[in-house]
């Protein structure tokens, strides 16, 4: 398998410091690596593979003995000058580093194991994929291949030539390469597989499942359930990150998790919380029976679904005007969160007489989308009006100046073109939408989630 692992290089800069004591033969470079595990502790015992480096391939001779790192973590080795390939490995676990030794000098190599991820081309006509790093440019072959989780960047040939693109790996993940794009798939089966909320930023993937809440960054997974965190229950309905703090909404209250390690604790134990919105005055939060605030780990403002202007019935779903207009849809009506009250904002909202609650609401300029299990509506120019989108809608985002919805039935429709296309079809009902960077990620309700350009 090493000859398919080591096609990939991750690569990594060599710093030039001076270490102590020198080279056993001249024309040798003289190198201290020091190998990590992805908790940052020493990997004692750890064998290593050194390999010299060619342009056509690159791997690892099955006859190769390994060397050994000492109970530091480190491994000192003398090698003629070139180009070499640094390989450590443990279950579901790996390390690549691209190196080049320098006649009687020294380097110190940095290696940290990371989680493993697949990456596979499903088209017929891409002929290799490769990673470059000066001075070289190492081939793969079309296949399947496992790779460190991390940012890589990939030049792929195939019919029409040959083109550069990133490759972004997720931990535990399959990529699958199509022509210039790709997709990458997430937890299709297991406890996570069943996802109820999605939240991305440029460091961060945030999703929330049946079975706790997951957090993937580029080389990292963490997981929160009920038996390691304050999560009061698996069911966990919104998720955010909120200056360095993550929220959970569950059915059993709000659960705040500081990323830094303090101590976690949970809010309105009683509520059944259904959505966040952060704003610059504090984080919102919509619950079953209420709306409110969250400054500084407390409640700051709380109006009851019970109390004046909502009368029992409840904003299901937010959106902000390009002015900074926090805006709630119920089934009444939309309100409009302005100096420090709630206002009716559009009674005529409520003559649309939805009878589930609001699913997607999105505002792009003076236009606002607002979408239930009752189909889909568009307010321009003051008048409601319903698009002919037939399926049920479960959720929405914006992506790239469109108005995206996910449906229950066969995808993600772009509901602000004029033919209400669908962008992506989806294996099961799609249940939430997020964006990073460029990139719609997708969850379902039975199949995980995906990420697709």
């Not at 706790?212 to 965190?229: C, D, F, H, I, M």
């Amino acid at each position: 398998m090493r000859y398919l692992l080591l096609a990939f290089v991750l690569i990594v800069g060599c710093s030039k410091p001076q270490v102590a004591g020198g080279v056993t033969e001249v024309g040798n470079g003289f190198v201290v690596i020091t190998v990590t595990n992805a908790d940052g502790l020493p990997a004692k015992s750890q064998p290593v593979y050194i390999n010299k480096a060619t342009f056509v391939a690159l791997g690892v001779d099955p006859a190769t003995e390994p060397s050994m790192t000492n109970e530091q973590g480190e491994l000192i080795l003398s090698a003629q000058a070139g180009e070499y390939a640094l390989f450590a490995e443990q279950i579901s676990a790996m390390a690549l580093h691209y190196c080049h030794f320098t006649a009687n000098d020294t380097s110190r190599v940095q290696m940290r194991l990371a989680q493993t991820a697949s990456v596979k081309s499903t088209t017929a006509a891409i002929q290799s994929v490769a990673i470059p790093g000066a001075p070289r440019l190492f081939i793969a072959t079309a296949g399947t291949v496992d790779l460190p989780a991390g940012n890589h960047r990939a030049m792929i040939r195939d019919d029409s030539g040959l083109f550069e693109r990133a490759l972004d790996i997720l931990p535990g993940s399959t990529t699958t390469i199509i022509g210039s794009k790709s997709e990458t798939a997430l937890f299709t089966s297991g406890a996570y597989s069943k996802v109820r909320a999605l939240f991305a930023n440029d460091t961060a993937l945030v999703i929330g499942t049946f079975g706790g809440v997951v957090v993937l960054s580029a080389t990292e997974q963490r997981e929160y359930t009920t038996a390691n965190s304050a999560l009061p229950s698996k069911q966990v309905n919104a998720v955010t990150i909120y200056g360095d703090t993550l929220f959970a909404g569950t059915d059993s209250g709000i659960t705040i998790i500081p990323l830094n390690g303090a101590p976690q604790t949970t809010l309105q134990k009683d509520e059944w919380v259904a959505h966040f919105v952060p704003t610059p005055e504090g984080l919102w939060y919509l619950s079953m029976s209420s709306v409110g605030m969250i400054n500084n780990g407390v409640v700051s403002r709380r109006v009851a679904a019970s109390d004046a202007p909502f009368s029992g019935d409840p904003i299901t779903m937010t959106a902000v005007t390009t002015s900074g207009i926090l805006i709630g849809a119920s089934k009444k009506g939309l309100y409009e969160y302005r100096n420090s009250t709630w206002e009716l904002y559009d009674e005529s909202f409520g003559d649309l007489a939805l009878t589930t609650p609001v699913r997607l609401l999105q505002i792009i300029g003076d236009k606002i989308y607002a979408g239930s299990v009752d189909g889909v509506f568009i307010r321009e120019n003051g008048v409601w009006k319903k698009l002919p989108v037939t399926e049920r809608v479960q959720c929405g985002v914006i992506h790239g100046g469109s108005v995206l919805a996910g449906t229950s039935e066969s995808g993600v429709h772009d509901i602000s073109s004029p033919e209400q296309s669908l962008i992506y079809r989806a294996s099961s009902a799609v249940s939430a939408l997020s964006v990073q960077e460029k990139k719609l990620v997708v969850g379902t309700y039975s199949s995980g989630v995906v990420i697709f350009e």
